[in-house]
């Protein structure tokens, strides 16, 4: 890995050589009782003649060479297994053995290197405790090898790049035109994918490389993970049946295993600080979500790609996946192993069981992560069909028949994210909701019933069969639109969430680490949120929702992503969450506005929705004609008629939500004034029995003497 050279040392850290060098006044130092004291075993300590540097440990070493192999040969063993590596058909266009053997390793060599630069990101960020807002001596550490692991991945991906083009074209390197790749990375999907995934990296890269602050180690920490998702949604997922499910689960299982396999490296690497026993609990908790995260995005992508149960066994690609189940279960029993064992250990002194124990998984973890992409480049036993609907290639499912209640409600489309999004949304409110009341606090069942309430109107909107007709149907689109930006965030808002979470922390026993209480705190007082919730801000982000969505080519091309489409439905709930938080929210962070204010603001939203309406039924042209043109049904009306019905919906269906806020909004102003008059009231008795003048008084007093000036003059 990565070491540093004596300099420059970052402003937060002792310059007094490197952060994990022994001297008086560190707790790192050589002492009697100190496990982690320098020694002839120790390869952090500053060694003769090279002052303030740290060599890496060599078992360190060894573990990554051996889990490198591990990999390698899993890889080579699933692809033979697989059927990736079956001979050229004599008559079609082949890429040569440097492209065909070279791809899959380079995939390898990518997804590793992003699983590090995630880990040692992570780790610095939020595991290990820091100095202040900078990060600590290991984490700072951490930080460089992720700057230089990001590099080597984003080389890795325009590699990539260039491999992938001579794959699909057929065509060896030594024959492959410059021009040929550039098209590629510019015209198709899969290459701009990569594309950005290069461009994301050498971000994260930058950013971990010059920052010593815990923020810029949060901002590496997150470039790096939305890295993994651009080529994970535009490979097998993306083409497959029912992609809504297998583009999500994808997206969800990538960003687990490298946030599981990441930490545990980044872990390792540094498993002679005296900041391991705490960092690896915290570890376990994150491990343990992400444990659950990619059993069950697996297991959805795999009944995806399989098609039927007994696939598993009569085909080669189930005998992979076979094969990644079973390492699954072997992580489990390891993780099970540590929360029992080596972490106790570690809160004793005893380092060895977990170095072990860790060491062993990493290894599992590698030949999963050979499984994975031999898997990525091996054929699903689901085919397309050669006369497929092209409809159902576009939505990923058949053309709903006409509406009915029985249709709308069931035909079930259930998107995991969103899914996922409702189940940890409830299960972390309810947790909190407990905690509170088993600390004898009272929280009312009115916030979390509409909390709840909210989630579960979420996960309708996005998940029953009604979600069908959206994809095809101007009129459902908007009535969904009209759910997700003002029903879902009006409830959402009424359960308080952020008071919750504020009350429900709890502070980390290390005061030098920042807890997800801290990072909350961070987040509302930080200037971004001042930014979004000004009153003006997110009147205008709301507003621009609407009119820059329905009259741009917008629209159209979110509807032919399952990335866009999702990204959008998204902006829909936190673009309505802005406004109405701003409007009807309790919860600390929000700007204090006047209430007077405050409903000027609400009545402009309401005719900037009603205009909206008005707007959209003048329309005399489809909007997004190239993606509802293609897809509309035979059994619905013009698609011209349906645009005018969504209109209709848009400017109704605003009204409900709009009058419901408004007296939430006058009651919250009446009791503003009434609290208002009761402290009023409190000061003027205190004053009576004070002798003094209360604020009332003075200011009398004050416009008195004003009057007074005024005659003199």
């Known amino acids: 890995m990565h070491q540093p050279t004596p300099s420059p040392t970052p402003r937060s850290l002792p310059d007094t050589g490197h952060p994990e060098q022994a001297g008086p006044d560190r707790p790192e130092q050589a002492g009697p009782d100190r496990p982690e004291q320098a020694g002839p075993d120790r390869p952090e300590q500053a060694g003769p003649g090279r002052p303030g540097r740290a060599g890496p440990a060599a078992g360190g070493w060894l573990v990554g060479l051996v889990a490198a192999g591990a990999a390698v040969a899993v890889l080579l063993l699933a692809l033979r297994l697989?059927?990736?590596?079956?001979?050229?058909?004599?008559?079609?266009?082949?890429?040569?053995?440097?492209?065909?053997?070279?791809?899959?390793?380079?995939?390898?060599?990518?997804?590793?290197?992003?699983?590090?630069?995630?880990?040692?990101?992570?780790?610095?960020?939020?595991?290990?405790?820091?100095?202040?807002?900078?990060?600590?001596?290991?984490?700072?550490?951490?930080?460089?090898?992720?700057?230089?692991?990001?590099?080597?991945?984003?080389?890795?991906?325009?590699?990539?790049?260039?491999?992938?083009?001579?794959?699909?074209?057929?065509?060896?390197?030594?024959?492959?035109?410059?021009?040929?790749?550039?098209?590629?990375?510019?015209?198709?999907?899969?290459?701009?994918?990569?594309?950005?995934?290069?461009?994301?990296?050498?971000?994260?890269?930058?950013?971990?490389?010059?920052?010593?602050?815990?923020?810029?180690?949060?901002?590496?920490?997150?470039?790096a993970l939305v890295g993994l998702l651009p080529p994970a949604l535009t490979g097998h997922a993306a083409g497959a049946g029912n992609h809504q499910i297998a583009v999500s689960s994808l997206a969800l299982h990538v960003l687990a295993a490298a946030l599981w396999a990441g930490g545990l490296a980044a872990l390792l690497s540094i498993r002679r600080s005296r900041h391991l026993p705490g960092a690896a609990a915290r570890y376990s908790r994150l491990a343990l979500a992400c444990f659950v995260a990619?059993?069950?995005?697996?297991?959805?992508?795999?009944?995806?790609?399989?098609?039927?149960?007994?696939?598993?066994?009569?085909?080669?690609?189930?005998?992979?996946?076979?094969?990644?189940?079973?390492?699954?279960?072997?992580?489990?029993?390891?993780?099970?192993?540590?929360?029992?064992?080596?972490?106790?250990?570690?809160?004793?002194?005893?380092?060895?069981?977990?170095?072990?124990?860790?060491?062993?998984?990493?290894?599992?973890?590698a030949a999963t992560v050979g499984l994975a992409v031999a898997l990525s480049r091996s054929p699903t036993p689901v085919a397309e069909p050669v006369d497929a609907d092209p409809v159902t290639e576009v939505l990923g499912f058949g053309m709903p028949a006409a509406p009915t209640a029985a249709h709308l409600l069931g035909q079930p489309l259930p998107d995991l994210f969103f899914l996922t999004v409702t189940v940890v949304g409830i299960a972390a409110y309810l947790a909190g909701v407990r905690r509170l009341r088993r600390a004898g606090h009272h929280w009312p069942a009115a916030r979390t019933a509409s909390w709840v309430g909210g989630l579960l109107v979420l996960a309708a909107a996005t998940g029953l069969g009604f979600a069908r007709y959206a994809y095809v149907l101007f009129s459902a689109h908007m009535a969904q639109h009209m759910v997700l930006s003002m029903l879902v965030p009006i409830l959402l808002v009424g359960g308080a969430p952020v008071t919750l979470a504020l009350r429900a922390l709890r502070r980390?026993?290390?005061?030098?680490?920042?807890?997800?209480?801290?990072?909350?705190?961070?987040?509302?007082?930080?200037?971004?949120?001042?930014?979004?919730?000004?009153?003006?801000?997110?009147?205008?982000?709301?507003?621009?929702?609407?009119?820059?969505?329905?009259?741009?080519?917008?629209?159209?091309?979110?509807?032919?992503?399952?990335?866009?489409?999702?990204?959008?439905?998204?902006?829909?709930?936190?673009?309505?969450?802005?406004?109405?938080?701003?409007?009807?929210?309790?919860?600390?962070?929000?700007p204090r506005v006047p209430h007077p204010i405050l409903v000027l603001i609400h009545l402009a939203a309401m005719m900037a929705h009603g205009f909206f309406g008005l707007a959209l039924m003048q329309t005399t042209t489809v909007i997004a004609p190239d993606w509802y043109l293609g897809v509309h049904p035979e059994w619905a009306s013009s698609p011209l008629a349906d645009q005018k019905l969504g209109a209709g919906i848009a400017w109704a269906f605003g009204e409900i939500p709009a009058a419901v806020v408004m007296v939430l909004l006058v009651r919250q102003w009446i009791r503003a004034d009434e609290r208002e008059q009761r402290r009023l009231d409190r000061a003027a008795d205190r004053a009576e029995v004070t002798g003094e003048d209360d604020e009332l008084a003075r200011y009398n007093a004050f416009l008195a003497a004003t009057a007074r000036r005024a005659d003199r003059n």
Not at 523 to 539: E, F, G, I, Q
């Open 82 to 223: 697989g059927g990736a590596l079956a001979a050229a058909i004599p008559g079609l266009p082949d890429p040569g053995p440097v492209t065909t053997w070279a791809l899959p390793p380079v995939r390898l060599i990518a997804d590793a290197l992003a699983t590090l630069t995630v880990g040692f990101a992570v780790t610095a960020a939020f595991l290990l405790p820091g100095d202040g807002t900078s990060v600590s001596a290991h984490g700072w550490l951490l930080l460089r090898r992720a700057g230089l692991t990001a590099a080597g991945w984003a080389v890795t991906s325009l590699t990539l790049l260039v491999l992938t083009v001579s794959d699909l074209l057929g065509v060896p390197l030594d024959r492959l035109g410059a021009a040929s790749v550039v098209s590629f990375g510019v015209d198709i999907a899969q290459g701009r994918s990569l594309l950005a995934q290069a461009g994301l990296a050498a971000v994260a890269a930058v950013a971990a490389r010059v920052g010593v602050s815990r923020g810029t180690a949060a901002l590496a920490s997150a470039v």
């Open 294 to 365: 990619v059993a069950v995005s697996g297991l959805a992508n795999a009944a995806v790609r399989l098609g039927a149960v007994d696939q598993l066994w009569q085909s080669r690609y189930g005998w992979l996946v076979l094969g990644k189940l079973a390492a699954l279960v072997v992580l489990g029993l390891i993780g099970a192993a540590h929360r029992t064992r080596t972490l106790p250990g570690l809160r004793a002194g005893r380092r060895g069981a977990f170095a072990r124990l860790a060491a062993g998984e990493l290894m599992v973890f």
């Open 508 to 590: 980390p026993a290390d005061a030098q680490v920042r807890g997800a209480r801290e990072w909350l705190l961070r987040a509302l007082h930080s200037r971004l949120t001042r930014l979004l919730t000004h009153p003006v801000v997110a009147l205008g982000i709301y507003t621009a929702s609407l009119f820059g969505l329905y009259f741009s080519d917008l629209l159209g091309t979110l509807m032919r992503s399952h990335l866009g489409h999702l990204a959008m439905l998204g902006h829909f709930v936190v673009s309505g969450y802005l406004l109405f938080w701003v409007l009807i929210g309790v919860d600390p962070g929000r």
